[in-house]
């Protein structure tokens, strides 16, 4: 287990993005702040990153190569929910805590999902683009009322409870699958379905709010886009790794489906020759549905504050890998004194 130093020294801490001032309000005292971008490659960010405390991940990739390099690493943490940069394996062998940041962008990539879901369904890209290119067809554009719609939800956690209250307004009816829930679990009013075809059968837009895991993984592909049909939509605000890439340009191609919203994608930003960037029936935004002005500096603040605490001698609440790493160091011996104190490190 790698050496937790509780204070009275200055910590390094790296991060691809600037933080927020909410962020270095926690910070400043005590550790010294490095952005990514100060470095000239990845080569000299990895012959450099040996130095660092902490890590605030945000989009950063932390693969075990990497993380066998930072030599000197305590803790990382994301600025949100997803833990897909991180090999939490390979940090939880290395005695690496790993945590994250849960709520603060839930209701913004709630509303970022339901305004996708409109602007899709009611085809106001294309209304949009013709107008601006002298086309005027008031009644070209003749689309489904929202109130008639079932949306189904791929993932109902926090974010898709919450969208299925806000559809709620609209008069939809919701759906979800969720493995790890319960039918009495979900939100009041949800239908439950045991299976992702079930899922995909049943609604007439989905949204995807499941992370992405191995069960996960191109769990979204040919079979339950053609069961999603001519008339429906699918919106993924979550990871692009749950949708299979090919299938869905194929499904938007050929009609398969009538449009889908998407804020994720295999490589980020979009390079120029994506396939999705050619097609109409599509609405792109930039990995963009989790940051609003309330949202970023919450995301941040809530990073720092769990590195202040690691720094402190404590242990965030979001740690996942905390009893794995502390049963590993134990049977390497190398457990200290006070790790089985109710505030171990």
């Known amino acids: 287990m790698r050496t937790r130093i509780t204070g009275g020294m200055t910590w390094n801490v790296l991060t691809p993005r600037p933080l927020q001032d ?11 702040v490095t952005v990514t971008t100060e470095y000239a490659d990845e080569t000299a960010l990895d012959a450099d990153i040996d130095r660092f405390d902490a890590i605030i991940v945000k989009s950063l990739s932390l693969p075990r190569e990497r993380l066998e390099r930072a030599t000197n690493l305590k803790m990382v943490t994301q600025a949100g929910v997803g833990l897909d940069p991180v090999d939490v394996g390979a940090a939880t062998d290395l005695g690496i805590l790993v945590c994250n940041v849960r ?23 294309t209304a949009d683009a013709d107008v601006r290119n002298g086309v005027w067809e008031k009644h070209g554009y003749l689309a489904p009322e929202l109130e008639a719609d079932t949306l189904g939800v791929f993932g109902c956690g926090d974010i898709g409870s919450l969208v299925t209250r806000l559809a709620g307004g609209f008069g939809m009816q ?54 999603l049909g001519e008339d429906g939509s699918l919106v993924n605000t979550a990871r692009a790794g749950v949708v299979v890439q090919d299938a869905l340009v194929t499904a938007l191609r050929s009609g398969w489906i009538h449009g889908a919203g998407i804020d994720v994608f295999t490589e980020e930003p979009v390079p120029e020759d994506d396939p999705l960037l050619e097609l109409e029936n599509v609405l792109l935004t930039p990995h963009s549905a989790g940051s609003t002005l309330k949202s970023v500096p919450a995301k941040d603040r809530g990073a720092a504050e769990n590195v202040r605490a690691v720094y402190e001698g404590r242990i965030p609440e979001t740690t996942v890998n905390l009893g794995e790493v502390a049963l590993r160091a134990a049977y390497r011996g190398e457990m200290p004194d006070h790790a089985h104190d109710p505030d171990p490190f």
């Open 103 to 125: 709520g603060a962008n839930t209701r913004a990539v709630a509303e970022h999902t339901l305004a996708m879901v409109l602007a899709v369904r009611k085809g106001l890209r």
């Open 22 to 32: 909410a962020a270095h309000e926690v910070l400043d005292d005590f550790a010294e």
């Open 174 to 227: 919701p759906v979800a699958y969720d493995p790890y829930k319960s039918a009495e679990d979900l939100p009041e009013g949800v239908e439950s379905v045991d299976a992702v075809a079930d899922l995909f059968e049943a609604s007439d837009v989905v949204c995807v709010h499941a992370p992405l895991t191995d069960e996960t993984r191109g769990a979204v592909g040919e079979a339950e886009l053609r069961a």
